[in-house]
């Protein structure tokens, strides 16, 4: 190994420099020190005095703990901060109380001229051909607002009392509602009939039928049936209520080697045919065929002098594929020979409007409660039935 040898004296500094301290000044100067820095140590809290600085609490220490990983434990809710007291509400100054300002009344509107009377030409009434027409109590032309459509078998208001002086032939009825028109529906009751006829070119003869009527006041059941001794030259029937306005048909069929029917669908003011013709309206006072005889009579044996020769009665009468308005017109009386002997009656005439039309005469006996004693159809093309009383009743006319 080699050997180390201290050498005997310190190199030699550059020229111009200081020479380097010893170690003991080294050492004696950091004593120095250090007793200087204890000794300003000692001496602090003296001079500081006993209060707190206000820096110690400028720079606390705090201790943080990490728990362990394996069990955390749920943070603790934070405390609700601490409200602070809300400010006090500055004193408001109180409000006046307004004082509603009076409205300015207004000013009157200027008269205006009143204008001068206009004379206008009425023209005069024409007599309607769908309206029921009767003769009015003061024996004077009805008004023309009075003379509008009427529900069929419409009267004047006073037409119950039978006290009334008989207007012109054809003069303007005073129509009212169907609800408040004379009405007399006669009792229960069979007519015998014998009828004659034509259907092409042969007469027909033999043939026999009967009206058959019911009613207890409320509802009644009427069938008119025709009968040859092989066919059924005519059968019509009729069911219905018996209302303010007198017979309210709910149902009516005419059957030969099948039935059809038409429905009075009232809630929905309809019409309803079972042979799926397209249903109609159903018009207030609407009748049927059959329903549609006893109603006039209803309206004559009420008020016969309301009805002098010349008035038209209107009634919307259903088939079994439409309804339309058949106009009736009043004829003067007729003497009669019939089999069941000798009538006085009133001719009730519904002529044919269209191509198609069939032509219904009816006469209704004033004696027998203006039930009908004899009836007579006449098809388009000629052919007739011709049904007349053959024997008479016998109480009389039934109540």
């Known amino acids: 190994m080699p050997t180390l040898v201290a050498p005997s004296s310190s190199p030699s ?26 000794l300003l140590l000692g001496l602090a809290p003296m001079a500081i005095g006993p209060e707190p600085s206000p ?123 169907a609800g408040t028109q004379a009405m007399k529906i006669p009792g229960s009751v069979t007519l015998d009939f014998e009828a004659t006829g034509q259907s092409g070119a042969s007469p027909q003869r033999g043939v026999f039928g009967e009206l058959v009527w019911l009613q207890d006041g409320t509802r009644y059941d009427g069938r008119l049936t025709l009968k040859a001794v092989f066919f059924t030259l005519l059968n019509w029937h009729s069911t219905g209520r018996i209302g303010p306005s007198g017979l309210e048909p709910e149902r009516y069929s005419e059957s030969r080697k099948s039935e059809v029917a038409s429905h009075f669908v ?27 005889m006893m109603q006039l009579g209803g309206l004559l044996a009420a008020s016969p002098q309301r009805y002098p020769a010349g008035t038209r009665i209107s009634v919307q009468t259903v088939g079994t594929r439409d309804a339309e308005v058949w106009v009736f017109v009043v ?5 009669l020979s019939l089999p069941a002997g000798e009538f006085t009656a009133r001719k009730l005439t519904r002529d044919p409007r269209k191509s198609f039309d ?9 004696e027998y409660g203006y039930l009908p004693v004899r009836i007579r159809q006449t098809e388009p093309n000629g052919d007739f039935a011709d049904a007349q009383l053959r024997k008479p009743l016998p109480s009389g006319p039934p109540n």
């Open 266 to 292: 009232r809630d929905q003011n309809q019409i309803v045919f079972s042979n799926n013709a397209p249903p109609v309206p159903l018009l207030p006072g609407a009748q049927d065929r059959m329903s549609v």
């Open 13 to 38: 500094l550059p020229p111009g420099l200081p020479g380097r301290p010893s170690w003991r000044a080294l050492i004696g100067l950091t004593l120095l020190v250090g007793l200087v820095h204890l």
């Open 55 to 177: 820096l110690a609490n400028k720079f606390s220490t705090r201790t943080i703990v990490i728990a362990p990983p394996a069990a955390e434990a749920p943070a603790p809710a934070a405390a609700p901060a601490e409200a602070k007291p809300a400010p006090p509400p500055k004193p408001k100054r109180p409000r006046e109380a307004s004082v509603p300002r009076p409205k300015p009344a207004p000013k009157p509107a200027p008269a205006e001229p009143s204008p001068e009377p206009e004379t206008v030409a009425t023209p005069a009434p024409e007599t309607p051909d769908l309206t029921a027409q009767a003769a009015t109590d003061s024996g004077a032309a009805a008004p023309p607002e009075a003379a509008a459509s009427a529900p069929a078998g419409a009267t004047s208001p006073s037409g119950g009392s039978g006290t009334g002086t008989q207007a012109a032939a054809g003069g303007e009825a005073s129509g009212t509602i």
């Open 331 to 335: 004829g003067d009386e007729e003497k």
């Open 358 to 366: 069939r032509k219904l005469e009816l006469w209704l006996a004033p």
